[in-house]
């Protein structure tokens, strides 16, 4: 397979995870879960896991489609692989999920932020965590997108 293809591939893959990635967050997500994710303990765990299940299974589904329709010839195990690091990394951006500000308990991804110079941002405006989860989630999508389309089947 031509470097040209693989970028075809990148560009369709990235397009059609960062879709079904809004899709997921926005419209298949439950509410209950969205509210309860970044909760600490069993109950935002397991809200966090049942979110991130829905939004893996519609990632899975668009890629599938658009493998097919688009004839992307994408390997099974590189989409696997993709969807893994999608999940992962998404389920690790929605346990910080309300926990964003200094009060209350706070997550590595916020103690990240934190270390790296974003403790301001996140006091003074209250969109800057979702904005850094988003930022998160979709450079993860691009790393995912350059899995599945990385080589041969």
């Known amino acids: 397979m031509t470097s040209v293809n693989r970028s075809a591939q990148f560009a369709a893959v990235y397009a059609v995870l960062t879709a079904s990635h809004e899709v997921a967050d926005y419209w298949v997500q439950q ?24 939004y893996t299974a519609t990632q899975a ?6 493998d097919r329709g688009l004839g992307l010839r994408l390997g099974w195990r590189r989409i696997g ?8 990394t998404h389920y690790v951006a929605d346990r910080s999920g309300g926990r964003w500000r200094k009060d209350g308990p706070s997550t590595r991804l916020v103690r ?9 941002w996140l006091e003074r405006d ?28």
């Open 31 to 54: 509410d209950r879960d969205a509210v309860a994710k970044g909760r600490p303990g069993p109950e935002g765990r397991a809200a966090c896991a049942r979110h991130v299940a829905s």
């Open 61 to 66: 589904l668009a890629l599938a489609a658009a």
């Open 81 to 88: 692989a993709a969807l893994t690091v999608s999940a992962i």
């Open 112 to 120: 990240f932020a934190r270390a790296t110079g974003h403790a301001g």
């Open 126 to 153: 209250p969109g800057a965590g979702p904005l850094m989860d988003q930022a998160w989630h979709k450079g993860w999508i691009a790393v995912a997108a350059a899995v599945a389309a990385g080589g041969d089947r």
